[in-house]
């Protein structure tokens, strides 16, 4: 329903726009965001390691922004999802690998906690996708028996593991493709 929050493509902007050492920055967020994301390391740790370990002449508060700024919507996947919820009466539930700054964001400005029921995010559960025990925890959640459940995601990798637990998954390549991969499913408009 967004684009990814602060993967290595919203990395590489922020590097080019602050005239930061790529290299540099990408070696220390490798060696940080497991432990950022599991919620282990605060935002303002993580931020003191991979970018602030020097001085700079940007502030937290800049960088913050244009971090948050990297997250965009994808307006017909939300409206999607929120239609169908309504309609059939759907449980949604959201998995994910964010940190708590950057999750707390997302949720609060695309106003997701509208139409979503339970925020898996490994910034709460303090497990991370691809670890299979993050999908079981999911299923233990939403309390909703697996033939039920439909799993969309755009991480090939992520749908092999829910697809290995049972999970119907769809591949997310594009919002007409999974508009009619759902409609396939009976979950039409």
Known sequence: ??????????????????HLNWAEMEDRHRLTFETHEEDQLTFDEYLSLVIFHRKRCFTRVQFRQFMFEQSKPYDEMIALVAALKRKHQLKIA??????????????????????VDSFISSCFVH?????VEIFKLALDIMQTPVERIVYIENTPMFVQIAESLGIHSILHTGYKSTRNKLT???LCL
Request: aromatic share 10%; glycine share 4%.
């Open 1 to 18: 329903m967004l684009t990814n929050g602060w993967d290595h493509l919203a990395r590489r902007r922020a590097a080019k726009h602050f």
């Open 184 to 186: 396939l499913l009976g």
């Open 94 to 115: 959201v998995v994910s690998n964010e940190s708590r700054a950057v999750n707390a964001y997302r949720i609060r400005t695309f106003k997701l906690n509208d139409f």
């Open 127 to 131: 497990l991370r996708k691809p670890d």
